[in-house]
Each structure stands twice: as C-alpha cells, then as structure tokens.
C-alpha cells in the first residue's frame, strides 16, 4: 500500500487517546493513527507478543509516541496493567480506537452452519466483541467527559458475506455493543461509534477465504466503482473523534464506496468483474 500524506492541522490538538490494534502498515487502525498524528494528537499503543512489537514499535515511532503496552484482551491482568499505564503516564484520555478482531482460520471458510464450533463461537465473540466492552469501560474511568470512542466493523454484519460466517456474526454484536455503551455513556458527553470500512488489503482480510473474488466484486459493485481507501476510512475516524462529530454517537457509519447502499448493482462493471 503506498504511503499517502494525510491532512494536517490542529483538530486532535492537546488530546490523547489509545489505539488498539495495529498490526503493521497497512492496518486501518495505523491509518487511522497517521491522520491523528497529523491533527496533532498524542497517541499510545497495544501490541500482543514480540512479532507485533517489532512491527508496531517502529510505526509508533515514526508519529513521536514512546508508549507501547503489551495487551491480550482475553487477560485481565494486561488489560489492567494497559490502562493503569495510561493512568501513571497522562492521568486522563480522550480518545479510543478499537480495531481488534479474530476468528480462527477453519471457522472463516465453507459452511458457517457446519464449520462453526462452540469454542470458535465464544472466541470470535470475546475477542472481537466483548474486548470492545471491556476496553470502553476501562477507558471511560480514565477519559475526560467529552471524549470519543470507536471502533472497526463490516458489512458482513449485516448481510452474509461467504466464508466470513461466525465473523459476522461477532461484528453484528459489536455493532449492538456500539449502541449500548452509547447509551450508557451519552451522559457524559463521550461518543461511541462504529466505523464499517469496505474491504481493505489488510492481514486480517487476508485470512478470509476468497478475498479476491470479495475485492473484486466489492470495486465493481459499489456507488463509486472503487475499492475503499484507508484514508476515508481514516478521515471518518478523525470526525467522529474530533468535535467535528459532536452529537453523533450511536452510529454504523459506512465508509465502503457506496457499497452497502446498492441493491442491484449495473450489469456492465459487474460482469467484467466476474469475467
């Protein structure tokens, strides 16, 4: 993916958030941090084992931040020692980006009736849902009133999407996670949305057994005839954390192409696609 120059400017000025889920450069979430940095916020990050360190500390690096702090969702004890390292380090924050999702390999393929286990299931919900959940309140405690959240979904929450079966399902309970912590925390002033991005060449799409063929039918398919672009998606992200976004919370906000809004796509682009 070619480096792009994002918009620069002070709309994250004097702020500090959280960013969980960066993989390597080509991760929505990292695009999503370069449009913040150029905006002028102060960013941290989780990473999960050495492998990812090596990837993400150097990323970090490059936008000024020194703050890496190992995280595994599923743990209690790392899940307190991240925040309580936010704590010590700024006291208050005032964003959080949730990009952080996993289904195992065998479940994202064939059949989602026959293939789908229990302990997949519970895995898929967990990690790429209830982790929302548990790092939303975890960041409220610590976050100034008026602060922001958000988090990364797919369409496939709402309409079947082959081989990405237990997945969608997990995204449609982020999705409802999104309206609930809303709820809770629209008193405060703080903001909780959902970004649904259309395919991207990430290394979780590349796990999703024919993402070519996704690829392809998703650029032919959609309003503009294009595949998404990180940095829509990034610019998305920068609205609804900055005070560009007040008063919306709540939201599923499709940042996909005008993918999702077609309901039976031209013929000509189509069938060159598919040819």
């Known amino acids: 993916m070619a480096e792009q120059n994002f918009p620069t400017g ?86 959080l980006v949730h990009a952080i999702a996993f289904a195992g390999k065998d479940q994202l393929a064939g059949s989602f009736v026959d293939n789908t286990t229990r302990e997949g299931f519970k895995s898929a919900l967990d990690i790429s849902a209830f982790s929302f959940v548990d790092a939303a309140r975890r960041a409220s405690e610590i976050m100034n009133d008026g602060g922001a959240m958000v988090t990364l979904t797919y369409l496939g929450s709402e309409r079947v999407v082959p081989n990405y079966n237990v997945m969608g399902v997990a995204k449609a309970a982020l999705e409802a996670c999104t309206r609930y912590i809303a709820a809770d925390l629209g008193p405060r002033s703080i903001r909780v949305n959902a970004i649904s991005a259309g395919p991207i060449k990430t290394l979780a799409a590349a796990g999703i057994g024919s993402g070519r063929h996704m690829f392809k039918f998703n650029k032919a398919a959609s309003a503009m005839q294009d595949n998404t672009d990180p940095m829509g998606v990034a610019g998305a992200a920068l609205y609804l954390l900055s005070d560009l976004g007040l008063s919306c919370t709540g939201e599923t906000h499709h940042v996909d192409g005008g993918f999702h809004a077609i309901g039976m796509p031209q013929e000509g682009p189509l069938r060159e696609a598919m040819e």
């Not at 990292?30 to 990473?47: N, S, V």
């Open 10 to 95: 002070d709309l994250m000025k004097g702020k500090r958030g959280l960013i969980m889920g960066v993989a390597n450069k080509n991760s929505i979430a990292w695009a999503i941090a370069r449009q913040l940095a150029a905006q002028g916020a102060e960013i941290a990050f989780t990473y999960q084992g050495e492998a990812l360190l090596r990837r993400v500390k150097p990323l970090a690096e490059s936008i000024g931040s020194d703050i890496l702090v190992e995280c595994d969702v599923t743990d209690d004890a790392t899940m307190d020692n991240t925040f309580a390292t936010l704590k010590d380090k700024w006291g208050k924050i005032d964003f």
